[in-house]
């Protein structure tokens, strides 16, 4: 179940905010990959994490979802995604990051927490979602291509001038 981040979620002292900082941590290869968070993005700090969730939030249009398990969305903090209502250059929505508890992947969180974003974006009636991966990820390009996401255009993200590679799924 997909619910919004809230803006107090974010604040030192909140158990939202511990978890995602826990989430960002396990998932160390990604940041290695991605430069974020320095040398040793292991030891990423909640901090680091709420300014990176600020950033975000601060883009116009952008809405991060935390993925929870159980049918009320009480459980344990699975994943975190954050989706662009509407891109600039295409007006198509964008999914802008998506990482899921490295301790349970490969057990399908990663797809249905998609899935849940693809269901939603359907629901508004939007034709097709585009995201960008970075070109050496090798494990990412695997996983939206296994979601029927194809390689429409080769070029540098918005954020860091990194090398990317966007995909197109209709939905």
């Given at each position: ?85 509407t891109h600039p250059a295409d007006g198509l929505p964008?999914?802008g990051l998506l990482l899921v508890d490295a301790r ?68």
């Open positions: 179940m997909l619910n919004p981040l809230r803006t107090w979620d974010l604040s030192p002292s909140s158990p939202v905010l511990a978890e995602l900082a826990e989430l960002y941590a396990g998932n160390a290869d990604y940041h290695r990959l991605s430069g974020d968070f320095g040398d040793r993005p292991e030891e990423v700090t909640a901090a680091q994490v709420a300014a990176a969730l600020d950033a975000e939030l601060a883009e116009p249009g952008v809405e991060v979802l935390l993925a929870r398990t159980g049918g009320d969305g009480g459980g344990p903090l699975t994943g975190v995604v954050a989706v662009l209502d964008w999914i349970r992947r490969g057990r399908g969180l990663g797809r249905a927490v998609a899935e849940e974003v693809h269901d939603r974006l359907r629901g508004q009636g939007r034709p097709a979602v585009r995201l960008a991966v970075l070109e050496n990820n090798a494990a990412a390009l695997a996983f939206w291509s296994a979601l029927g996401y194809a390689e429409i255009d080769r070029r540098p993200d918005r954020q860091a001038g990194r090398d990317c590679v966007v995909m197109h799924r209709p939905l």
